[in-house]
Nanobody, 116 residues
């Protein structure tokens, strides 16, 4: 759980570490998705194994997604700048094998609360 109190521009940073080689295999897209309270899922962006990134137009100016790979695990990073209470949500990482917004593996979710 992450809590932020709004006081000037702040950046939210989250990581998603995948240690199971069978899940972290290359040639997949990995996405960040969030769900605000009482609302549906919102796709924020994705990164392909090559490092190519794709962002939601509504969040593109504030979002950065990157990844680190090592022999034993894969780590996905999300940075969301200038957060406001509107960014309060549960944030998920998810694997999208074909890049068609169908996800076969999901992280457990991280609650982020931004208060004013």
């Amino acid at each position: 759980q992450v809590q932020l109190q709004e006081s000037g521009p702040q950046t939210l940073s989250l990581t998603c570490t995948v240690s199971n080689d069978s899940i972290a295999t290359n040639y997949y897209y990995w996405s960040w998705i969030r769900q605000p309270p009482g609302k549906g899922l919102e796709w924020m962006g994705a990164i392909y194994y090559s490092g190519s990134t794709y962002y939601s137009p509504s969040l593109k100016s504030r979002t950065s997604i990157s990844r680190d790979t090592s022999k034993n695990h894969f780590t996905l990073h999300l940075h969301l700048s200038s957060v406001t209470p509107e960014d309060t949500a549960v944030y998920y990482c998810a694997r999208d094998p074909a890049g068609d917004y169908y996800y076969d593996y999901w992280g457990q979710g991280t609650q982020v609360t931004v208060s004013s």
